[in-house]
């Protein structure tokens, strides 16, 4: 009596999911609503003067759990540091955001950008000229060299936003 009960029962719920509406979404055509912190592809920015802000610091090397990012450390005439390649193995990459939230110059940055699918694996290394957008991201005002205490080309040492000038430790002494 029982299994007669359940096998009824399980015939209801079946026919009342037959009558119900739909919830295809027809990808393609219509996109997916993303919530406001998806962690999507990776992307490297740029400061508002246009240059790269990423100062190859590795911190986001560190910081990456699965090592699925390498970049290697120059600088310029200027003295202003960058990547002289910079690589994401998206294969190995868990979009955990580690790497977003160690880099002290926001260059690093994970968009909205959910579509990399690909049948060979090597297509999922991303250099340093398919990861660099020609805008600043989520910080558009934001220039680290600016607001660091660095001498670069145009800048010298306190003369950066809000900077004080270098004090002479010879000056503390009595």
Avoid at 57 to 73: E, N
Avoid at 95 to 124: H, K, V, W
Wanted: aromatic share 12%.
């Amino acid at each position: 009596m029982k299994a007669i009960f359940n096998s009824i029962k399980t015939m209801w719920h079946i026919f009342g999911h037959t009558l119900r509406p739909r919830e295809t979404i027809q990808y393609p055509d219509e996109r997916p609503a993303i919530a406001p912190r998806w962690r999507g592809r990776i992307i490297l920015s740029r400061d508002p003067d246009g240059l790269e802000r990423c100062v190859a610091c590795y911190l986001c090397a560190a910081a990456c759990p699965v090592d699925c990012i390498a970049l290697q450390a120059t600088e310029d005439a200027d003295g202003r540091r960058y990547p002289e390649f910079f690589r994401i193995n998206f294969s190995r990459c868990i979009f955990c955001g580690y790497c977003e939230e160690a880099c002290p110059t926001y260059a690093i940055q994970l968009s909205p950008d959910f579509e990399m699918g690909e049948y060979e694996r090597q297509n999922l290394v991303y250099e340093k000229e398919h990861l660099l957008i020609s805008g600043p991201g989520k910080y558009p005002d934001y220039n680290f060299y600016r607001v660091a205490g660095l001498a670069v080309g145009g800048k010298d040492k306190g003369e950066a936003d809000g900077e004080d000038p270098p004090s002479d430790p010879w000056d503390l002494m009595p």
